[in-house]
């Protein structure tokens, strides 16, 4: 493993973002990390020659430009970013006000965008560099019911960076999407998850999921991130790393069995799907 790579990491400061950054720096990497303040990251991290703690609004364009910059002048260079940051937006589609929806979006999808704007005038004149941008199984399967913005955030993630691998591939960069499932981390406490501020009664499967994520997942889940750092890792040091992988057992089984009902559907429609041929 190169021990010289620079990594820039978004969301840095709980859950996923923090354990890779931690497993990073035991490792001898430089690390820059994102996170709305910087007391957050040193709180967590501590100091060291090697880490790079930033203040930065991933939805303002020029925080996000001027941390970048910063990463360039302590560092000289970023080989790769991960776009970890985001939150989970709870309530159905109608529950969501248009405000809630946004916002949702901003982050989780905009914010990335920002970021991946910024960073590749440098990656592209190095012509190396790669990528990473945290998705999640909602990315992959939709059916939970209640978690519609965030699911369309997610595989809004998905699409685009299937998109930009293609775009990038020529340019000597790497694109990966991660999927990953449950966590031990903080994702599901306050703060990385926000509920609908109006609430309609009617939705009783969205709330039975909601009290089921709050009764019997937290506490439960199976994902190790301590071992998902080591992943993380992994996959960016393989010389062929994938364009999607899905990180946990539970991530890679709900993702089999949709493709499971996807080749039911396409062998069970095949002849009305061709039907519309000239």
């Known amino acids: 493993m190169d021990a010289k790579k620079v990594w820039l990491i978004t969301g840095a400061s709980k859950g996923l973002g923090l354990s890779l950054v931690k497993s990073l ?3 001898g990497y430089k690390v820059a990390a994102t996170s709305r303040t910087v007391g957050s990251l040193e709180k967590e991290v501590g100091t060291s020659a090697n880490f790079l703690p930033l203040e930065v609004n991933l939805t303002d364009e020029n925080s996000v430009s001027k941390a970048i910059a910063k990463t360039l002048e302590i560092f000289g260079t970023i080989d790769v970013v991960v776009n970890n940051a985001g939150y989970g937006q709870l309530g159905t589609l109608e529950e969501l006000s248009d405000r809630e929806a946004r916002q949702n979006f901003d982050t989780n999808v905009f914010g990335l965008l920002n970021v991946i704007r910024n960073v590749m005038p440098h990656l592209r004149n190095k012509k190396s560099g790669h990528i990473v941008n945290i998705s999640s199984i ?27 691998s293609a775009e990038a591939t020529s340019l000597g960069i790497k694109a990966t999407i991660v999927y990953p499932g449950y966590f031990k981390t903080n994702f599901l406490l306050q703060g990385s998850l926000r509920l609908a501020e109006n609430q309609i ?33 992994q996959l960016v040091e393989s010389e062929n790393p994938p364009l999607h992988f899905f990180m946990g057992s539970d991530s890679f089984g709900m993702a089999n069995n949709k493709i499971g009902i996807l080749q039911n559907e396409l062998a069970t429609n095949e002849a009305l799907s061709k039907s519309t041929d000239y």
């Open 25 to 27: 720096l035991n490792e």
């Open 138 to 164: 909602a990315g992959f399967l939709g059916a939970f019911p209640g978690w519609g913005i965030y699911n369309a955030t997610k595989f809004a993630v998905a699409g685009l960076t299937e998109a930009f």
């Open 201 to 233: 009664a009617d939705y009783k499967t969205a709330r039975d999921l909601e009290v089921v994520h709050d009764t019997q997942i937290i506490g439960n889940q199976p994902g190790d991130p301590e071992k998902a750092a080591l992943a993380f890792i």
